[in-house]
């Protein structure tokens, strides 16, 4: 029996947070999404941090509905409706393609969406790749679209058109004015390299920094830097980065992705008014990054940071305890019974006195919150089972357990 006859037809999927390596900034057109510049990304591990949506449609349903974290937002918002529009386009082209069953009335029923995060929104991490590639990977499924989700997804954020895949994922800027060659794929998946760690560095945000969306059309219209980063060195370090991936060659990685962070950072710097994310305590996480691979003699771990001032730091397994470490030495944690180290289990390390004297660092307390340390990790998933809903029978969101 076709599903469209049933009452309400529920979808609940998760989706991954990405961090690019090679960063996107910059859009060629606002509407569509496309960026000047292509990027690549590490997808995260889902067991410490992923959007969890479901999407329900009923012929019951009189409005489009969105409830984010428990709370009813606004369905009207501009990024959500291009979604939502982009999403019942592919449905109804993929219906009238004729190979498939007649048009389902599902089509014009309404949806209701839940969406929430398992990491604090407020602690400032990359939420919006994650919520929109989910949003999109999740609509598709409840009206039946198989096709390529990368403009469903960009249109909610650029950026999370990468997290449509795990592993390591190129999104290519395209050159059609349509957009339809802007798309992301996988370069490696999440069982490549399976010696690669992330540990994100949790900083006190002290104010909320200028929002990605305002910042790169700042720059995109004011920095010429940025327009010589787009033309002149994205294009040769996207085929060494994916060369350097391919490899598993963490030397060349690391200081790709360290390079590419500063140049990124460095285009905020020469954009008018400048912008600027990081802060004092992310400056003293670069100089702890450099000081640990002098003390070794090389590129033993590797910083990148978005439009804010918490730190993403790659590194090989057999690295993380030291590095911890010295994260513990230069930044003591403060008691305030949060837990330190959250994620992947670490051993603990003692530092050597070498290490330490090599810091050179006055310790700042309470300057790190915590660490969330995790793995590259797979593309959205679709849960089958039906406990993991976030709307209940009658389409609204189940109480809080
Ligand atoms: C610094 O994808 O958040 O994280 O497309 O305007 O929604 P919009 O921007 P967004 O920008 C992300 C910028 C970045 C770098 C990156 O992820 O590549």
């Not at 960009?154 to 190129?170: K, M, N, P, Q, T």
Request: with cysteine.
């Amino acid at each position: 029996m076709a599903s469209e006859e049933k009452p309400l037809v529920v979808v609940t999927c998760t989706a991954p947070v990405n961090i690019a390596v090679i960063k996107y900034w910059g859009k060629r057109d606002e509407d569509l999404v496309l960026p000047i510049n292509s990027s690549l990304s590490v997808t995260l591990h889902q067991d410490q941090l992923k959007t969890t949506t479901t999407a329900a449609i009923s012929k019951d349903f009189t409005e489009d509905r969105i409830w984010l974290n428990g709370r009813e937002e606004d369905v009207g918002q501009p990024r959500l409706q291009a979604c939502l529009r982009e999403i019942r386009r592919l449905a109804r082209k993929r219906r009238s393609t004729g190979d498939e069953d007649p048009p389902p009335l599902s089509l014009s029923y309404k949806v209701h969406i839940a969406s929430v995060n398992n990491f604090p929104t407020a602690a400032g991490l990359a939420s919006s790749a994650a919520g929109h590639a989910c949003l999109a990977y999740t609509l598709a499924r409840v009206y039946g679209v198989d096709s390529d989700l990368s403009e469903a997804a960009r249109r909610g954020s650029g950026s999370a058109c990468r997290s449509l895949y795990g592993g390591f994922v190129e999104w290519q800027m395209g050159e059609r004015a349509d957009g339809k060659d802007s798309v992301a794929r996988q370069v490696a998946p999440e069982s490549h390299w399976p010696e690669l760690r992330v540990l994100i560095l949790v900083v006190s945000a002290e104010r909320k920094p200028m929002g990605s969306t305002a910042g790169m059309q700042t720059s995109v219209e004011t920095s010429p830097l940025l327009r010589f980063r787009a033309e002149a060195v994205v294009p040769g370090r996207m085929v060494e980065m994916t060369h350097c991936v391919r490899e598993r060659d963490f030397q060349g990685f690391g200081r790709l992705t360290m390079k590419d962070s500063n140049q990124f950072h460095a285009t905020c710097l020469d954009t008018f008014p400048p912008i600027s994310y990081l802060s004092d305590i992310s400056r003293r996480i670069i100089r702890l990054v450099h000081c640990f691979n002098a003390h070794h003699g090389q590129t033993k771990v590797a910083y990148t940071f978005d439009a804010g001032p918490n730190a993403v730091v790659f590194t090989l397994d057999d690295t993380v305890p030291e590095f911890v470490a010295a994260v513990r030495h230069c930044f003591p944690p403060e008691s305030n019974g949060d837990k330190f180290l959250k994620g992947l289990p670490v051993r603990p390390a003692s530092l050597s006195d070498e290490l330490r004297a090599a810091l050179d660092v006055d310790p700042t307390p309470g300057g790190v919150k915590y660490i969330i340390a995790t793995q590259v990790g797979p593309g959205p998933q679709t849960l089958d089972d039906p406990h993991a809903h976030l709307l209940g029978p009658d389409g609204l969101p189940k109480p809080a357990a």
